[in-house]
């Protein structure tokens, strides 16, 4: 994939200095402005390749409108829940956040309010600050012996868990990816949900807040519970039902709660808030200064190892860029691109494609298929003013309407791999075929014409089809020859009978490709 150049950084919040530093020392110029009005930051980043938030920018669709050179989002935090994904997309941004910064500080937090569920910690305190002295009240529970139930086994259920395992809890689980044996490796014991539940005197959730996992505490598992349960909800707001949670506590089923999340922040219904049983806190699980100090790093690295092309960490809309970063994949890219610009010179309708069918070949493209057939889109889709990336190429397809489908042949034995491509445009079809000679793009075959030698995709090019003649040639150079335009090259078919296309290179793009009429059937011609 082509490295992505970012010169210019906006941080718009007050994010680690070490974020600047980084930045700056790999050439990127930073500018720092912290709590801008909407209005301004809609004013200035039209002037930046990227921009740095923490949770305060809200990032949306007017904001990344605004951002003409807009490249790259980065979020110095887990998540990206104030960017609006789904715009960024749509204008080929990639979005980037830092997954793992904040994992043990979240994982400290939890196990924080474990304890604090356990001893009445922040109650007792309220109580002295109240002048009382009320020793009765506070009557705790150990947690030696208990059984802890971890639902999410990523990085931060483990965190918990090992450091739990100190204080004697039995941790159990349930992680639909984590592997049973792995979990075991740092002793947490693998289980469905319905056998989870009856068994756990503490839940705690670390799951990614997803249609799977709204409401995984709900009424129903709530009633699976031991009577007395005590939760804590230190990941996403809603994974533990609010609703569910307040009747949970009033009937006793549930023994305490704490809540670090919480559906709308902050919420506006204090019920909860303001349940004797439940702790609360203000979003708290970044916020210490290692959290802080590790995701600004973090953002500042992952930008500048995009920029040098090196590696692709962090990012969550860009699955096919990523499976594209290396050199290499850049010239099957490029290739891709190349063969899809000559297609889309081609559909000379340019009524919008109803089809598209890429085909790999060759076991060095057989990783490629997925980044070649939207590279080969980007080739097709590229228009003035409209330039698809591997971001956005395959949702712009989509929402044209185009059936896109791709597929991959092993044929051993051809020295490089082969992109065959064929297209459907107003019920027309184009074939055609390329291949990397020294890395660079040629061009095997367009439609049924097989070239005597391949054609190298770089420069301006004009594709004619004309029925084999010996003076095409001659009266094609002749035509050019009056709008000055010279013949660099010339890349005839294989020999056969009836219409071929031939393939010139042109000095510049003639203006007019009418004026080829009189000699040939088609014509096309596509600067690469
Ligand atoms: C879902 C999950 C964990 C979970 C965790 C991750 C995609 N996904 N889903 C239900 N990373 C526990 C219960």
């Given at each position: 994939m082509a490295p992505v150049s970012i010169k210019t950084v906006l941080i718009s919040e007050s994010v680690d200095p070490r974020c600047r530093t980084l930045l700056e020392a790999n050439g990127i110029h930073v500018t720092e402005k912290p709590?801008?009005?909407?209005?301004?930051?809609?004013?200035?980043?039209?002037?930046?390749?990227?921009?740095?938030?923490?949770?305060?920018?809200?990032?949306?669709?007017?904001?990344?409108?605004?951002?003409?050179?807009?490249?790259?989002?980065?979020?110095?935090?887990?998540?990206?829940?104030?960017?609006?994904?789904?715009?960024?997309?749509k204008r080929g941004i990639i979005v980037m956040n830092t997954p793992n910064g904040n994992s043990i500080s979240a994982a400290e937090l939890t196990c924080a309010l474990l304890m604090s569920l356990s001893r009445n910690v922040p109650q007792a305190v309220m109580s002295m600050r109240d002048g009382k002295w009320d020793r009765k009240k506070f009557m705790g529970t150990e947690l030696y012996g208990k059984a802890l139930g971890i639902v999410g086994l990523g990085r931060i259920g483990k965190e918990v868990a090992t450091r739990m395992q100190s204080f004697g809890m039995r941790t159990i689980g349930y992680d639909p990816i984590t592997a049973p044996e792995v979990s075991a490796g740092w002793g947490v014991e693998q289980m469905d949900l319905e056998q989870l539940w009856p068994q756990c005197d503490y839940i705690t959730v670390h799951t990614p807040l997803l249609p799977s996992t709204v409401g995984l505490l709900n009424d129903e598992s709530f009633a699976k519970c031991k009577n007395g349960v005590k939760v804590v909800n230190c990941a996403r707001g809603g994974i533990i039902d609010e609703a569910a949670l307040l009747r949970a506590l009033e009937s006793g089923r549930c023994g305490g709660a704490a809540l670090d999340v919480f559906v709308e922040e902050p919420p506006k219904d204090r019920s909860l808030v303001n349940h004797p049983n439940v702790l609360s806190c203000p979003h708290l699980g970044a916020s210490t200064t290692e959290a802080q100090a590790r995701c600004g790093e973090d953002i500042a690295l992952q930008m500048v190892d995009m920029v040098k092309g090196k590696k692709l960490v962090g990012a969550v809309n860009a699955q096919v860029l990523a499976s594209a970063f290396s050199e290499d994949c850049h010239q099957v890219s490029r290739l891709g691109q190349a063969v899809g610009a000559v297609l889309q010179s081609c559909n000379t309708s340019k009524k919008p494609f109803s089809r598209v069918q890429v085909t790999t070949q060759g076991d060095c493209m057989k990783s490629s298929a997925g980044y070649m057939t939207a590279s080969v889109l980007m080739g097709l889709l590229k228009q003035p003013g409209c330039c698809p990336n591997l971001v956005n190429?395959?949702?712009?397809?989509?929402?044209?309407?185009?059936?896109?489908?791709?597929?991959?042949?092993?044929?051993?034995?051809?020295?490089?791999?082969?992109?065959?491509?064929?297209?459907?445009?107003?019920?027309?079809?184009?074939?055609?075929?390329?291949?990397?000679?020294?890395?660079?793009?040629?061009?095997?075959?367009?439609?049924?014409?097989?070239?005597?030698?391949?054609?190298?995709?770089?420069?301006?090019?004009?594709?004619?089809?004309?029925?084999?003649?010996?003076?095409?040639?001659?009266?094609?150079?002749?035509?050019?020859?009056?709008?000055?335009?010279?013949?660099?090259?010339?890349?005839?078919?294989?020999?056969?009978?009836?219409?071929?296309?031939?393939?010139?290179?042109?000095?510049?793009?003639?203006?007019?490709?009418?004026?080829?009429?009189?000699?040939?059937?088609?014509?096309?011609?596509?600067?690469?």
């Open positions: 709590s801008m009005k909407k209005e301004e930051l809609l004013a200035e980043i039209k002037d930046y390749d990227g921009l740095v938030v923490r949770s305060a920018t809200k990032v949306t669709a007017d904001v990344i409108d605004a951002a003409s050179k807009l490249k790259i989002i980065g979020r110095a935090g887990t998540g990206v829940d104030n960017v609006d994904v789904d715009a960024a997309t190429v395959l949702r712009l397809a989509e929402e044209s309407g185009v059936t896109v489908t791709h597929g991959h042949c092993p044929s051993g034995d051809l020295a490089g791999g082969v992109c065959r491509v064929q297209v459907t445009a107003s019920g027309c079809s184009y074939r055609a075929s390329g291949s990397l000679q020294g890395g660079a793009p040629v061009l095997l075959e367009l439609c049924d014409s097989v070239f005597r030698q391949p054609v190298s995709l770089t420069g301006k090019l004009l594709f004619c089809r004309a029925p084999a003649a010996p003076q095409l040639l001659s009266s094609v150079a002749g035509l050019l020859a009056t709008e000055g335009i010279e013949v660099e090259s010339y890349s005839a078919p294989a020999a056969r009978s009836g219409d071929g296309w031939c393939c010139v290179g042109l000095s510049s793009l003639l203006g007019d490709l009418s004026a080829l009429k009189p000699l040939v059937k088609e014509a096309a011609q596509l600067a690469i």
